[in-house]
């Protein structure tokens, strides 16, 4: 999904996108060189317990139609597409 019109930050490999509130913000790297997998990966990154939950692919354009409704909303997004989970997201 490419980005659609919402104010990405680069900050090293990653393309950050914050919540309007900065408790959370959307990451994605294009090629993680960690862990060496090589594919895309969105994360939505929870600042107030530092948790991660990554998907595999790139989901910037569904996680910015959604940004403004908050974290629960993001939340429910990653839940719907736990078959993309990557090995390095947190459990919930």
Known sequence: MAIQSKAWTVM???SILNSDDASFYISFNAAPSWGNTGHEETALCNRKDGTFYI??????????KIINKGYESCLKFYKR??????SWS???
Do not use: P, Q, T
Not at 81 to 86: N, P
């Open 12 to 14: 090293g490999e990653n």
């Open 55 to 64: 998907l595999n692919g790139d989901y910037r354009g569904a996680y910015e």
């Open 81 to 86: 597409h736990l078959i993309h989970k990557s």
């Open 90 to 92: 947190n459990e919930l």
